[in-house]
């Protein structure tokens, strides 16, 4: 450090406390926690398909557990959790490639749609499985 007292007290690099807290990083978090969830979804798709080629009791099983209550909950966020992250890597394509969207006002305006566009689809795949 310089030994100025003055320079001493400043953060030495941003952190979150020094950002007021906007949508902007709030999908930037979301986007990092779906990615994690993505995983865990792909090991479900993973369980389910050797439960469809180790026969119909272990495909009833596994049926079973997705139609229930938790299984439903689980389904749903991994929808949300799909889209979200599909709708936020295009985001980043934009900002990695032209570098469109980088205005603050512009960025919390994707961030948000990125939330209604994922929760509104979750919501659609949701009701278009029970309905059929």
């Known amino acids: ?3 100025n007292p003055k320079a001493d007290s ?9 950002w007021r807290f906007h949508a902007t ?6 986007h990092r926690f779906t990615g994690i969830g993505l995983y865990g979804g792909t090991l479900l798709i993973a369980a389910w398909l050797a439960a469809l080629a180790s026969g119909p009791d272990a495909y009833a099983t596994v049926e079973a557990i997705a139609f229930s209550i938790p299984g439903q909950i689980l389904l749903f966020l991994w929808a949300f959790a799909v ?3 599909f709708a936020n ?4 394509l934009l900002w990695d490639g032209p570098g469109l969207g980088f205005n603050p006002k ?17 919501v659609a795949l949701m009701a278009a499985a029970v309905l059929s």
């Not at 400043?10 to 952190?15: N, Q």
């Open 83 to 85: 889209l979200f992250h």
């Open 106 to 122: 512009v960025a919390s305006q994707i961030s948000i749609f990125n939330y209604a566009f994922a929760l509104v689809g979750a």
């Open 25 to 30: 990083m709030a999908a930037s978090i979301t």
């Open 1 to 3: 450090m310089s030994g």
């Open 89 to 92: 890597g295009i985001r980043h």
């Open 10 to 18: 400043r953060p030495l690099s941003p952190h979150l406390q020094v």
